[in-house]
């Protein structure tokens, strides 16, 4: 079977949607939902409503593989309170993706979330091209910001890290000793693509967080490590663009999977994700899609060798 438990959220499946894609409408996360996910990530929403960066903002830039500066354009918790309402009167597990200025801002808009409905929150502390990509790559401001939420937030608390550090362990053990209920890994890289003719970075922000395909074994090195270091869940994000790379990030570690670039193809992907890892767990003889968790790590590494 697929149900999970994440955190005490029951899930029909381990897959769900990242944050960012095709979530900013109650409409297009009905539809991910329909097709089988356990529950939807919201696009971040912040204190207020903000544009984005101009285009060109999204580019494939080899099959299956994205690079994107969009800026965290979102319409401002205000405004997106009708869209949780609603998405909560259709049951439809709900993570709201927030982020904010200050500690204090991002407690606003989690707050206002979770009394709209919410069923966890995500704190994005990780963007590449935005401001708040700056607690991520610190471990006392990410303790710091986890623990204010934690202190007054009941619904569970997800973090998203931030793959463009030197130690994502370190970042990870602050936000669980912060008391954060799961981790998030990964978001996206940061990169540039050049065009050779302007001689200019395509993005109009310049550069921009990579997605896809070219991102999946470098998340999966990362959920790998942290699953040797944390106690709370991983929730493994990066590059899943059929069912194997689902169950690669399981053995690596990871409690429930996020889907993002991927659904560029059609929702209809998680359908046959479902589909497929029910078979392969039938195929294997395993009842639950958890048991599998983590279980790479019994494979022992070979040790350095000795010089003759
Ligand atoms: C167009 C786009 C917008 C995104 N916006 C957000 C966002 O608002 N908040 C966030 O935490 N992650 C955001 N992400 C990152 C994704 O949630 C995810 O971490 C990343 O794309 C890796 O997963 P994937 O390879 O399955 O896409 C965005 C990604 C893309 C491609």
């Known amino acids: 079977m697929l149900e999970i438990n994440l955190s005490g959220l029951k899930l029909k499946s381990p897959l769900i949607l990242a944050s960012g894609i095709l979530g900013v409408s109650y409409s297009s996360m009905k539809r991910i939902f329909n097709a089988g996910a356990g529950a ?23 099959p299956g593989t994205f690079i994107n500066a969009v800026g965290l354009g979102n319409p401002g918790i205000d405004n997106f309170l009708s869209e949780i309402k609603e998405i909560k009167e259709n049951k439809i597990p709900l993570i709201v993706s927030v982020f904010g200025d200050t500690n204090q801002s991002y407690l606003n808009v989690a707050t206002k979330a979770e009394q709209a409905g919410a069923d966890a929150i995500e704190i994005n502390i990780s963007c590449p091209h935005a401001e708040v990509s700056s607690i991520g790559i610190d471990k006392d401001l990410t303790y710091s910001l986890v623990k204010t939420l934690k202190e007054k937030l009941e619904v569970p608390l997800f973090v998203k890290l931030n793959p463009n550090v030197t130690s994502i ?5 602050a936000a669980e000793k912060g008391g954060a209920d799961g981790v998030v890994a990964i978001n996206t890289l940061s990169a540039m693509v050049i065009d050779i003719n302007t001689k200019r970075p395509i993005l109009a922000h310049g550069s921009g967080g990579l997605s896809g395909r070219a991102i999946h074994p470098i998340a999966i090195k990362k959920v790998y490590d942290l699953y040797q270091l944390l106690k709370i869940p991983i929730i493994g994000c990066g590059g899943i663009s059929t069912w194997k790379e689902v169950v690669e990030f399981i053995l690596a570690g990871a409690s429930a999977v996020q889907i993002g670039t991927a659904l560029y193809r059609g929702v209809e992907i998680i359908t046959e994700i479902n589909n497929s890892l029910l078979n392969f767990l039938k195929i294997n003889g395993y009842k639950s899609i958890s048991e599998l968790i983590g279980l790479s790590h019994e494979f022992k590494t070979q040790e350095v060798p000795d010089f003759d």
């Open 40 to 62: 939807v990530t919201s696009k971040s929403i912040g204190p207020r409503a903000r544009k984005g960066y101009k285009n060109p903002s999204i580019l494939e830039i080899y």
């Open 169 to 173: 362990g370190e970042i990870a053990l």
